[in-house]
């Protein structure tokens, strides 16, 4: 039961079909909501267009999909499309002296 402001955090893990770590997207119920994707967009980070789950029951789709050479996550949002993030060097931040996205998200 995790409202609009209640600061609960969802966590989302993926893994290969070995069981290794291969991603983590994150949303944060503040207000607005955010959210991030581990080794990729650490920090949580607003969605592009303003946010408003709805007050009773909302419910989450998130779908990582394999693409040549990357990844694809899609977030709805009560059958909206509110992210559709391509995984890339332009759209993903490495920290200093940490693996490429890609090492961790292609698994």
Request: one cysteine or more; hydrophobic letters at 35%; charged letters at 20%.
């Amino acid at each position: 039961d995790s409202r609009l402001t209640s600061n609960h955090r969802l966590v989302v893990k993926f893994y290969s079909a070995e069981g290794d770590d291969a991603g983590q997207f994150e949303l944060y119920f503040s207000s607005p909501v955010k959210y991030s994707l581990a080794r990729c967009i650490p920090s949580f980070t607003d969605f592009p267009n303003t946010l408003t789950p709805s007050t009773t029951e909302t419910v989450w789709r998130i779908t990582l999909s394999r693409l040549s050479g990357g990844r694809s996550l899609k977030i709805h949002c009560n059958n909206k499309e509110v992210l559709n993030i391509v995984l890339s060097d332009t759209v993903c931040r490495v920290p200093p002296g940490g693996a490429s996205w890609s090492t961790w998200w292609s698994k």
